[in-house]
């Protein structure tokens, strides 16, 4: 900033200083534009360091905000890989699940129907050995009768 004011301070000088008739020269005190010339040579380096110190300070914030990118935007996938995971996961559940209670219908209908064609043998035995029971009943009923007529 301070080159930029010594800059304003040689143009106003050569602004300011007198002509020479009938041309478009200036008479300028040599001493002067030296005095500012010296002056701008010492604040360039100075300048131009700071400006070099501006720079990589600016390189060294934008490298530190990539980095920071590249970490949110690893979070951010890192995230989505969970949530797609813990997905997936739950569906393999579901499928699981509805295979689970597909297997349990079956087995329960292949029960029932075990149970129903158990129950029905059962009651056929039961009437099979009732009819030979009742058979039985009958023919003795039927001896009875018979001893007592041969007795009369």
């Known amino acids: 900033m301070k080159t930029e004011k010594l800059l304003e301070d040689l ?23 030296m005095r500012i010339l010296d002056s701008i040579n ?5 300048e131009l360091e700071e400006s070099r110190r501006v720079v990589a300070e600016k390189d060294k914030i934008m490298a ?6 590249d970490t949110l935007i ?22 699981y699940a509805n295979q689970t209670i597909t297997l349990a219908n079956q087995s329960s209908k292949e029960l029932k129907n075990s149970s129903l064609q158990y129950a029905s043998d059962v009651l056929k ?7 030979k029971v009742l058979e039985s ?8 009768k018979q001893s007592g007529r041969e007795q009369q």
Not at 125 to 131: A, R
């Open 74 to 95: 690893a979070q951010a996938k890192e995230y989505i890989a969970k949530l797609t995971e813990e997905s997936e996961l739950a569906k393999q559940a579901q499928e």
């Open 64 to 69: 530190e905000a990539q980095r920071q990118a």
């Open 137 to 144: 009943l009958r023919q003795e009923q039927e001896n009875l």
């Open 125 to 131: 035995f039961l009437e099979n050995n009732l009819e």
């Open 11 to 33: 143009e106003n000088l050569i602004e300011n200083s007198g002509r020479i008739p009938m041309t478009t020269k200036r008479v300028i005190e040599e001493e002067d534009i």
């Open 42 to 46: 010492e604040s360039l380096p100075l």
